[in-house]
């Protein structure tokens, strides 16, 4: 089978995602092509140099609707030979998209392609779509639905985690992130975003809150509990699929929960012919992709089964992985990763996650994909993998391997 190589990553910074956040006049498509426009000129591509965009993002409604990905092609400077994909697997929508290319090349459709996502959480809101999942009561019943923030406590209750060790996880995110923008080590990855003038509008992560301490996490109340112990009751809900719970224990707030915020990242990938005909190096190859199901209700766990079946189809062990990447959509999904596979707390996240620098959703896995490779490369490490949880109870996951 041919292999497909990772031969670029970028991504732009990640705006606050609110109105007075650097990025809310910025549309989606402008966001996306601005990411199109700089892989194909930091790697001299022509217009027609890749087969297919595949772009991910969750919310596809108003300006995210219509096939994105075709209208980003058309508002970049890629040839209109270039079709566009958009694909949606919540969270996980942007590792989809390279795992989808990867996999396209590996079984000889096509020799390149851009992949990623993007999320402009400020502008289109999330939920704002209607999933079925969530307000169909016919699904939402039989699945015993409850909020992402609930399952995310459900978890943190299930496996013993504390609002304590959730709080040291996310100001160790944050004091890892600042580190790596005080290192620069995102500067051959960050693609500055510019207006109509080609000013630059933003050029670094601005959700980001270093002076974070445990004393001002400690001060903030636990943004789940009203829904859960009040209306709408998602408490009693949660403990209907799980009786051996007796009480959920609340701990996850704005302070140790993934960001709000807008984004966008891509990554080209391709074939050894497509590297030589342009003269490009590659940096990695994709060695192995997967995507699974599991339990809807607790919902944020797959990245534990995803990461042990990813690790059998490629047969590896876990201590094969020389650094991970596990989005931090809450601290409890990053903790009971750990926990899991008793990988040391040293090798996950290095540069910070989601806590301290924001989850654009259709983007974040095409982002940590790239911080992955910029983290293996400066490190002079082999094998890194990246996984997320997803929404409605799903896990999917990337193991990279430079060459």
């Not at 013993?160 to 580190?179: C, N, P, V």
Request: charged fraction near 20%.
């Amino acid at each position: 089978m041919t292999e497909a190589y990772i031969y670029d990553a970028v991504r732009t910074p990640r705006g606050k995602g609110r109105k007075d956040g650097s990025l809310h006049e910025v549309t989606a498509v402008r966001l996306s092509s601005q990411v199109l426009n700089a892989l194909k000129n930091r790697n001299n591509l022509d217009g027609h140099a890749v087969e297919d965009v595949i772009w991910g993002n969750v919310t596809q409604v108003m300006e995210q609707g219509g096939c994105l990905a075709r209208t980003a092609v058309l508002a970049s400077d890629l040839d209109e030979s270039i079709p566009g994909l958009a694909i949606n697997r919540f969270c996980a929508s942007g590792m989809e998209a390279v795992n989808l290319a990867a996999n396209q090349v590996k079984g000889g459709a096509g020799q390149a392609y851009i992949a990623g996502g993007v999320e402009m959480m400020g502008r289109v809101a999330m939920g704002s779509d209607g999933a079925a999942i969530a307000v169909d009561p016919s699904v939402a019943m039989n699945t015993y639905f409850v909020p992402q923030g609930i399952s995310a406590d459900i978890i943190a209750t299930e496996y013993g985690f504390t609002r304590d060790e959730a709080d040291q996880l996310a100001m160790e995110s944050q004091k890892r992130a600042k580190a790596a923008w005080d290192d620069k080590r995102f500067d051959g990855s960050i693609i500055p975003v510019k207006d109509q003038n080609d000013l630059t509008i933003l050029d670094y992560d601005e959700y980001m809150r270093p002076g974070t301490d445990m004393q001002s996490l400690g001060g903030l109340n636990p943004a789940f509990q009203q829904m859960g112990e009040v209306m709408p009751g998602f408490d009693a809900v949660a403990k209907l699929k799980y009786p051996h719970l007796e009480k959920i224990n609340h701990i996850h707030h704005a302070g140790n929960s993934s960001g709000i915020v807008d984004g966008s990242a891509g990554v080209l990938i391709g074939n050894e012919e497509f590297g030589k005909a342009y003269g490009l190096k590659p940096r990695a190859r994709i060695r192995q992709t997967c995507k699974i199901g599991t339990d809807p209700t607790i919902m944020l766990t797959g990245p534990v089964p995803a990461t042990q079946k990813i690790l059998a189809d490629a047969g590896m062990q876990i201590s094969d992985i020389d650094l991970f990447e596990v989005n931090e959509a809450f601290a409890s999904v990053v903790l009971r990763f750990q926990q899991a596979f008793d990988v040391d707390p040293a090798l996950v996240n290095v540069n910070g996650g989601s806590i301290a620098m924001g989850h654009p959703l259709g983007a974040t896995g095409a982002i940590i994909i790239g911080t992955l490779l910029d983290e293996l490369e400066r490190t002079d490490k082999e094998v890194g993998l990246a996984t997320l949880c997803i929404a409605s109870g799903m896990g999917a996951a990337t193991i990279i391997e430079r060459v």
